[in-house]
């Protein structure tokens, strides 16, 4: 374990500190524990988080705070030292007999995101998959302050530049939860001397060629020095922010219902009736709520562009490095980056499962659904794309009607065209015996009474939507 430094002198009494670091968790968690009592710390091994891990476990062990402690180390491999942090949050915990997960990620060098935004997307990813009722995050007033101006030096909008919160829920995970964010990061240095507490430093933390860290040691500094109070002042504003984002929200969730129509999708005739600022604002929104970053000003302009000249008979098509948009029979489609189905044709002997695009195309055991069974014995049966879109295929879901070409079945189902091209077909014998999402050709169904085997197209799970949280 390294010797804690001493970044600056300081005034504030190490028990004053500690009574902030207690009041700051004690007058989060109380109110809420009837939210449920299991806590896990993010442990980065650096002096912020050991203080959570340290003040929450002595709460806890001294009976002040009724919680059940655990914690998580997302070892990036980033820097050659990884594995000397892991170890380091490992020997910390056994020392405080507080259980911890270590998760392993691959952080890509090529996604187009950053090496910090990569990392920060599969850590947060970690996050949502684990088992407890909050993942608490050692964010302080400080870290928050540089988080406001970098985001607003980016160009950010009303939302970057309230920072990140306090309080966030996760679908399907705990909520991930800031409880020091209005303590200065000297009231957890003095925190940490009070008790003895030792960390590791992380040498890109001295990096100027990573921005925060010139903010964090170039910048901020000086402004602190023109403008004593400078990060409480910018920390203030960003809750002055954080509440306008609200507020837009909830503007943007009312223009929603008003343009949206049955499906929920919204509706490109009454979209283009908005204000542009209103617009430009729903569309910022329902982008964010299907799980992607929210897109740049320039990006949101050019769809507007688009999207005022769109009419019911055509398309547009507008990417960013998480989502398209698209248009389809005059509503506007938010849609994941799918990936492509295979190009050589599946076969089928048996599988539970075939892979097909991102998901997978599930075989079930049945009794008169589905495809009858010994029209698969012993057949040379293979999932497929269409013929590179060049159609020609027929089915004859209902026997009470004539078969029908595979592209005006589509068509009146409202398949949009970019689903077209990945909807896996069933062949057997050379013949089509089935269609994801219209269903199996009569010549193939299963009587009532006999064995089956039913198809279902699973699609990938898209992402949950993204909050405001940055780090």
């Known amino acids: 374990m390294t010797v804690p430094k001493m970044l600056r002198p300081c005034e504030l009494p190490e028990s004053e500190a500690t009574a902030r670091v207690d009041l700051a968790l004690g007058s989060f968690f109380l109110p809420r524990l009837k939210q449920g009592g299991r806590v896990c710390v993010g442990l ?28 998580v180390h997302v070892h990036h491999g980033i820097s050659p030292r990884a594995g000397g942090w892991a170890d380091f949050c490992r020997d910390y915990c056994l020392c405080l007999d507080v259980s911890l997960k270590i998760a392993r990620v691959d952080v890509p060098r090529d996604s187009g995101e950053g090496l910090e935004g990569a990392a920060r997307r599969l850590r947060h990813g970690v996050f949502a998959g684990l088992d407890a009722d909050w993942l608490v995050l050692a964010h302080h007033r400080d870290d928050q302050a540089e988080t ?28 991930l939860a800031r409880p020091l964010l209005g303590l200065a990061r ?15 430093e992380d040498e890109s933390n001295d990096d100027r060629h990573f921005r925060r860290n010139f903010l964090r040691h170039d910048v901020m500094p000086s402004l602190q020095e023109k403008f004593p109070g400078a990060s409480a002042s910018l920390a203030r504003a960003a809750e002055h922010f954080a509440d306008a984002a609200v507020l837009l929200d909830d503007l943007a969730t009312l223009d929603r219902k008003a343009v949206s129509a049955a499906s929920s999708r919204l509706v490109v005739e009454d979209f283009n009736r908005l204000a542009p600022a209103r617009a430009r604002n729903l569309l910022r929104y329902v982008w964010k709520q299907a799980g992607f970053r929210a897109p740049d000003a320039c990006w949101i302009d050019e769809a507007l562009k688009q999207l005022a ?3 019911a008979l ?15 029979r005059g509503e506007i489609y938010i849609l994941p980056l799918y990936a492509a189905p295979p190009a050589e044709p599946l076969p089928w002997s048996g599988q539970a499962v075939l892979p ?5 195309v599930c075989f079930t055991e ?8 010994n029209a698969l014995t012993g057949k040379q049966a293979q999932i497929k794309a269409r013929n590179n879109g060049e159609g020609g295929e027929r089915l004859q879901p209902d026997a009470r009607r004539p078969r029908r070409s595979l592209r005006n079945l589509l068509q009146e189902n409202a398949i949009p065209p970019w689903e077209r091209e990945r909807l896996p077909l069933l062949w057997i014998d050379g013949r089509l015996a089935w269609v994801g999402k219209i269903g ?24 949950a939507p993204c909050s405001r949280g940055g780090t």
């Not at 490095?321 to 389809?328: H, S």
């Not at 097909?356 to 997978?360: D, E, K, N, P, R």
């Open 309 to 311: 000249t769109v009419d």
């Open 314 to 328: 055509s398309g547009i098509r507008l990417s960013t490095a998480d989502g398209e948009l698209r248009v389809y």
């Open 148 to 175: 406001v101006l970098l985001n607003l030096l980016r160009g950010s909008g009303v939302s970057g530049a309230a920072g990140m919160i306090a309080l966030r829920d996760q679908e399907n995970g705990p909520t």
């Open 44 to 71: 980065s091994g650096g002096m912020d988080s050991i203080v959570l891990l340290h003040a929450l476990w002595r709460l806890s062990r001294a009976g002040e705070l009724p919680v059940v402690l655990s914690a």
């Open 440 to 463: 199996c050709d009569c010549t193939f169904a299963c009587p009532s009474g006999e064995k089956g085997i039913l198809l279902e197209w699973e699609q990938p799970i898209p992402p």
């Open 356 to 360: 097909w695009a991102g998901g997978q």
């Open 366 to 373: 049945s009794v008169g659904q589905g495809i009858r069974r």
């Open 186 to 200: 000297v009231v957890l240095l003095r925190y940490a001397q009070a008790q003895g507490l030792a960390w590791i």
